[in-house]
């Protein structure tokens, strides 16, 4: 057996708690938790102790001059990814990152000049990629056993309270980057595009409807992909019968997807067209039963450490995702396609998802029902 890898968590909050601890926790013979860090010393200490673990800081230079960790966790509100993925990087530590992975596409580029071939690498937190039936069905795309890929429907319908949005750094562009496109419906649109690939068009609706945001409450979005696929992207806040659903039909079969947070062989549904060899169809399902968590995630992240590889969700891989939601909102912005090709440098929503003027996104997504800004 390898020496465990030494890990540190950055930020305190609750999805530490409820996701990357117990994740590291479970694999327990691979990895040694060294220490964590909070702006909020006290909340710091107390996790530790609940935690066991060792060392605790307010900040995460003095972390890593002290702790030395093979890989970072940062656990952190969106605003504060940049500087602790960089300074982690920098000191040689590969990071494992809570998504979205940077609040523009100026922000994920500047941060990928501090990975080095070989590693240090950043991955981002996208579990869903990494159940077993998405993974099973990722094989049967790739050798084209369920035909060509032609229809998708992408739904994140979620409910937040008004109260939700009382944490001063929610509903900001400056501070979250977007609303449920970016913060919410992300995971479900990478899952999309980690089996559809490469998309090269998207026309997008967005609007705040009913909740006290500068973003976004609900977008919809129509989206072609490379290979003439279609999709539909619905994201919404206001949804009071929650559902994260996926539906992808093929030449030959048609599969589906529905949970909330997360999903096992259970929530899934295989279904071949009256064309499709059953004897063939019944061996499409999953042999094993993996359900999508940060455990399945970190796992595989593990072994691409002990490796020197680039993990998934990392690099292009990982960027692909921010690069549809930059262009969704600039096609609600401006009330067009936009084009994958357009997301160049030189345009406004490379360097911000409200584009130049985050207050006259925000000004144009409160229009009342009916106005341009929601027309195709």
């Known amino acids: 057996m390898s020496d465990p890898v030494r890990v540190a968590v950055v930020g305190a909050g609750a999805i530490a708690r409820a996701c990357h601890l117990p994740a590291l926790r479970s694999m327990a013979a691979a990895v040694e938790v060294v220490a964590l860090c909070d702006v909020d010393l006290e909340a710091a200490r107390r996790l530790a102790d609940e935690w066991n673990i060792p060392r605790h800081y307010a900040g995460i230079d003095q972390l890593l001059a002290d702790a030395s960790p093979d890989l970072v966790i940062v656990s952190t509100p969106p605003s504060a990814h940049r500087a602790p993925v960089t300074a982690a990087l920098d000191a040689g530590a590969w990071v494992w990152c809570e998504k979205p992975p940077a609040l523009s596409l100026a922000e994920y580029d500047d941060i990928a000049l501090h990975e080095r071939a070989g590693g240090p690498y950043v ?98 979005a129509i989206v072609r992909f490379e290979s003439g696929a279609i999709a539909s992207v619905t994201n919404s806040l206001l949804s009071p019968r929650e559902t994260s659903s996926l539906r992808f039909d093929f030449t030959h079969a048609t599969v589906e997807v529905e949970h909330l947070y997360g999903y096992n062989n259970a929530n899934w549904r295989w279904t071949p067209s009256a064309s499709a060899d059953p004897v063939a169809a019944a061996a499409w399902q999953p042999t094993e039963d993996v359900a999508s968590s940060h455990a399945a995630q970190l796992r595989r992240l593990l072994d691409n450490y002990r490796r020197g590889e680039r993990p998934e969700a990392s690099g292009a891989d990982g960027r692909r995702v921010l690069e549809f939601v930059a262009g969704l909102y600039q096609s609600a912005f401006e009330g067009r396609p936009v084009r994958r090709s357009e997301l160049g440098s030189s345009n406004p929503f490379y360097r911000s998802m409200a584009g130049g003027s985050a207050a006259e996104f925000t000004d144009l997504l409160k229009l009342t029902k009916g106005e341009a800004h929601v027309q195709y």
């Not at 994140?156 to 109260?163: C, D, I, Q």
């Not at 490469?198 to 919809?220: C, G, H, M």
């Open 123 to 220: 991955s981002y937190v996208f579990q869903h990629r990494f159940g077993s039936a998405a993974r099973r069905l990722r094989e049967l795309i790739a050798t084209g056993t369920l035909g060509s890929p032609l229809v998708a429907l992408c739904n994140t319908l979620w409910y937040r309270s008004h109260e939700y949005f009382e944490v001063p750094w929610r509903g900001r562009w400056d501070t979250e980057g977007g609303g449920p496109t970016m913060g919410h419906g992300i995971h479900q649109i990478d899952l999309m595009l980690s089996l559809l690939g490469d998309w090269n068009e998207v026309v997008a609706a967005a609007a705040t409807l009913d909740r006290k945001t500068e973003t976004e409450d609900v977008s919809f």
